[in-house]
């Protein structure tokens, strides 16, 4: 099966190019938002979310994104150290290498027409996939994400589980690509059990690595779908489905005193959600 991978350029996305390949021709990796990590791409972010979903919400998000890179995650870097072919091992696609600055740009489609994939499988990036990209593969786009959906759609979602406490919602789905985010037909999805000094502290380690023990099922799911030329999904009909943005300050302060702390903190929790939902 040719496959088309479309994701940011990092170590982790490489790895899961490679685990594709053992199976499976990649014909192409675009590699998508390459100004992500740079001042300018970090400012057009915050514009984004600011002008999206106001002042207030996006000085929560930032606050929280500083708390959770210096304080909450600031030994996670062990648990990956620990296992360096799931990050630090540089991983080669050994596939022609596009940088697609916008990846429905007519250039970017036609070299993929061209390409002639059976599926694009896109991983960890934040474009939202308009029709005349998804439609060229003759058996769909399909997209990895981290969470089970349709109960996790959105960002941050292990995060968001496992601070609800809700770890039957811990793990990864493949989705295929369509009008609604996140509510594509699923093509596959696995849970994830949590290990030992596995919490909220090393939730960025706990989504990497969900997928990456999910890679075989993953790989046998598409191996399936290369057989039969379709697939029958997963079924949904009768399950919850919300939608996560990115997690502020106020949300993890709250959902740490409701499911994390003694009962006298009950009164706090109840105090700071209701000046929240006042507040947003």
């Known amino acids: 099966m040719r496959i088309v991978f479309i994701g940011r350029d990092n170590v982790f996305n490489r790895r899961i190019i490679k685990e594709l390949s053992t199976q499976h021709e990649i014909a192409g990796s675009f590699f998508v938002e390459p100004q992500r990590g740079t001042t300018l791409g970090k400012l057009k972010k915050i514009q984004c979310r600011a002008k999206k979903y106001g002042t207030f919400k996006l000085i929560d998000e930032v606050l929280f994104h500083c708390f959770d890179r210096m304080i909450l995650r600031n030994k996670e870097f062990e648990f990956y150290k620990a296992r360096p ?17 916008n990846i429905h740009e007519e250039k970017q489609l036609e070299i993929i027409r061209q390409i ?8 960890c990036c934040s474009v939202i996939f308009k029709k005349q990209l998804y439609q ?3 058996l769909g786009t399909y997209v990895l994400h981290e969470g089970v959906t349709p109960e996790y759609r959105g960002l941050h979602n292990n995060l968001w589980a496992i601070m609800k406490k809700e770890y039957q919602f811990i793990g990864y789905t ?3 690509a369509g009008n609604e985010i996140d509510g594509g037909e699923i093509l596959v999805q696995g849970k994830y059990n949590l290990g030992e000094n596995e919490n ?6 706990v989504g990497h690595n969900a997928i990456i023990e999910g890679m075989e099922n ?5 191996k399936q779908l290369e057989q039969n030329s379709f697939f029958i999904p997963v079924e949904n009909k009768n399950r919850e ?3 996560y943005t990115w997690m502020g300050i ?5 959902l740490y005193l409701k499911n994390y702390t003694a009962k006298y903190s009950k009164m706090l929790y109840n105090s700071l959600a209701m000046f929240r939902q006042r507040l947003f």
């Open 85 to 101: 072919e799931y990050s630090t091992e540089i991983a080669m696609t050994y596939s022609p290498e596009y940088i697609a600055e």
């Open 116 to 123: 002639k994939p059976d599926i694009i499988f896109s991983v």
């Open 136 to 138: 060229i593969p003759s």
């Open 174 to 176: 493949v989705l295929k």
């Open 200 to 205: 909220f502290r090393t939730w960025g380690w």
């Open 218 to 222: 993953i790989k046998m799911a598409l």
């Open 241 to 243: 489905s919300n939608y």
């Open 250 to 254: 106020s949300d993890f302060t709250i």
